[in-house]
């Protein structure tokens, strides 16, 4: 249960982490238009992490969680790998693994699980819309494509805070 509760709190952690990383970046960008170093780069690690957590910590034992946890897994190592062969500007295969994994991971969350899975559920479920009206938006001004990311940061936000201030409950014992 301490193992438990501990991975939950980093993965929390991480998760709020990297959803402040990603709100501040879109603020900075609508403010000044100006992109600061780092903070998009540091999300997807942290969301996998993020992923992690959500799943050991509300979904039981079964297909389901391991699949999560496996994609979760998967999102924060291919991320990683993008970092390292950072090709600024160029496509970079590894942040799409990374990214399609995280995203496949967060509709494996099951929508009535405790909470915040279910926004992590819907985390998923609206990235794909949210970057279509983000480039809708750029079309307008290049800066609006920040709108959807921060309100994705502020959710990351969200589940991460959920997951520090949970207390240490077994999914399995449900």
Request: hydrophobic share 55%; net charge positive; with cysteine.
């Amino acid at each position: 249960m301490r193992v438990r509760r501990r991975l939950s709190w980093l993965s929390g952690l991480a998760a709020f982490l990297g959803g402040a990383a990603w709100t501040v970046k879109g603020i900075v960008i609508l403010a000044v238009g100006e992109q600061p170093p780092l903070l998009f780069e540091m999300g997807p690690p942290l969301f996998g992490v993020g992923l992690l957590g959500v799943a050991s910590s509300t979904m039981p034992a079964g297909r389901r969680r391991t699949a999560a946890l496996t994609l979760g897994a998967a999102s924060f190592l291919a991320a990683l790998v993008a970092l390292v062969i950072d090709r600024a500007g160029e496509f970079n295969p590894a942040l799409v693994v990374s990214s399609l994994s995280l995203l496949v991971g967060l509709l494996t969350v099951p929508r009535h699980a405790a909470w915040p899975a279910p926004l992590a559920w819907w985390i998923g479920f609206a990235w794909v819309p949210a970057m279509l009206i983000g480039g809708v938006l750029s079309e307008l001004d290049e800066r609006l494509l920040e709108v959807p990311l921060t309100c994705l940061g502020i959710a990351w936000m969200t589940v991460g805070w959920a997951l520090l201030r949970q207390p240490a409950v077994d999914p399995d014992q449900r």
